[in-house]
């Protein structure tokens, strides 16, 4: 049993390793947002579609087709004759301005650096999205989270089984759930 | 060195416990999520409570008046950024803490204040208490400790990641079945990473 638990732990811990080190490194940004500097990289663009198109969907499967625009269609504003939406998949957002009179579409593309991909990555929830990708990312805050209930579990289990440090482990475990546990009655009572 | 790594890993696991499964549950909530459209409001109270907006204040001066005569619990002055009218050209203000969302509309024709507070589930509480970083302002001291907590588990979190690849490294680096996992998992998020950009 032990052995296969320190296995357990170490297989899920090294499968995880990257997404828990993003998890953690996009923490560390949102809570000191001041030490990083997430401004995007901005490009404009210009493409020409049929003129008198009414269907932002249509418009964006247009300019996906032409590989101008890739991710999940958001935020649709009418102002007839003309239209705008965003194309957005994680750390990277596309603003299209189409004018039907015309048929142009000004793209504008607003792509994250490192910092700002991790912070979009963490922030992928559920797996209702229209882009794909965004919902395999979806499958993984599943997966790894499920991993991180295991490991925190099969790690109380293998320190428990090392006599040695039980006493230890005992006095840092009743000090981490006193302090966590009332903080989070009094919070929830509050 | 491979003594004191894993006693340093251990503790600091056992220290992070309770906020560790609450990031697993904040991730499972996360992924069983329904899309925005189809998510239902939780239920609210309403409530309404005398007020006079003093006269010749600004919309921000206003608004840390509104909070400062509310005593919500939990809850931070807003921000300027988040301080809005509604259509009937009344100031909403929405208090978020980790224990929901509480919306005060100041009718000022009718010196009142319409007070709006939604119940949360014990998940989407937990979701919201992982996400109290120390940057979130809040005067209670209750949040502001659950914010060292949440800050010291954001760095254990890394340092138990990295510690825990280098203990594999420094004990078994030949068991096999980890190193396919290992690769299998960093290839997973390199070439998603790769694919998204």
Same mark, same amino acid.
């Given at each position: 049993m032990y052995k296969w638990l320190r296995n357990t732990h170490l297989l899920?811990?090294?499968?995880?390793?990257?997404?828990?080190?993003?998890?953690?490194?996009?923490?560390?940004?949102m809570a000191h947002n001041t030490w990083f500097d997430l401004k995007p990289a901005v490009a404009e663009s210009q493409t020409t579609l049929a003129a008198g198109l009414?269907?932002?969907?249509v418009i964006a499967r247009q300019l996906m087709d032409r590989g101008e625009v890739r991710g999940e269609l958001q935020q649709i504003r009418t102002n007839r004759p003309n239209y705008s939406f965003r194309v957005v998949r994680p750390g990277t957002v596309h603003e299209v301005d189409y004018s039907a009179q015309t048929g142009a579409a000004k793209i504008r593309t607003s792509v994250a650096g490192l910092m700002g991909m991790l912070n979009r990555i963490h922030h992928v929830n559920g797996v209702w999205h229209e882009y794909t990708l965004t919902n395999v990312w979806g499958v993984f805050v599943g997966i790894i989270s499920m991993m991180l209930v295991i490991m925190s579990l099969t790690g109380i289990y293998l320190?428990?089984?090392i006599h040695t440090e039980r006493v230890i482990g005992v006095i840092l475990l009743a000090l981490s759930l006193g302090y966590s546990l009332t903080l989070i009655v009094l919070i929830r009572t509050a | 060195m491979y003594s004191l790594f894993r006693k340093v890993h251990m503790y600091v696991g056992l220290l992070n416990l309770s906020i560790l499964l609450i990031f697993g549950v904040a991730g499972l909530q996360a992924t069983f999520e329904p899309a925005p459209e189809?998510?239902? =409001?939780?239920?609210?109270?309403?409530?309404? =409570?005398?007020?006079?907006?003093?006269?010749?204040?600004d919309d921000k001066a206003a608004a840390d008046q509104v909070h400062a005569f509310l005593h919500l619990p939990l809850a931070a002055p807003l921000p300027k950024y988040a301080i809005r009218r509604d259509a009937n050209n009344d100031l909403a203000l929405n208090f978020y803490t980790a224990n929901g969302v509480r919306r005060a509309v100041v009718l000022e024709k009718e010196h009142r204040i319409r007070l709006e507070t939604e119940h949360t589930t014990l998940a989407s509480y937990l979701n919201g208490l992982h996400a109290t970083t120390i940057n979130s302002g809040s005067?209670?001291?209750?949040? =502001?400790?659950?914010?060292?907590?949440?800050?010291?588990?954001?760095?254990?979190?890394?340092?138990?990641?990295?510690?825990?690849?280098?203990?594999?490294?420094?004990?078994r680096p030949r068991y096999s079945p980890? =190193?396919?996992?290992?690769?299998?998992?960093?290839?997973?998020?390199?070439?998603?990473?790769?694919l998204t950009r």
């Open positions: 899920l811990g090294l499968f995880s390793f990257l997404f828990l080190l993003m998890y953690g490194v996009s923490s560390v940004q009414d269907n932002p969907r320190w428990f089984k | 189809q998510r239902k =409001r939780p239920d609210a109270d309403v409530e309404f =409570r005398d007020f006079t907006v003093p006269a010749g204040l005067p209670d001291w209750r949040v =502001r400790w659950w914010t060292y907590y949440n800050e010291f588990s954001i760095w254990s979190l890394i340092g138990m990641s990295i510690s825990g690849v280098y203990l594999w490294l420094a004990s980890a =190193r396919w996992t290992f690769v299998f998992g960093c290839g997973a998020f390199i070439f998603l990473y790769a």
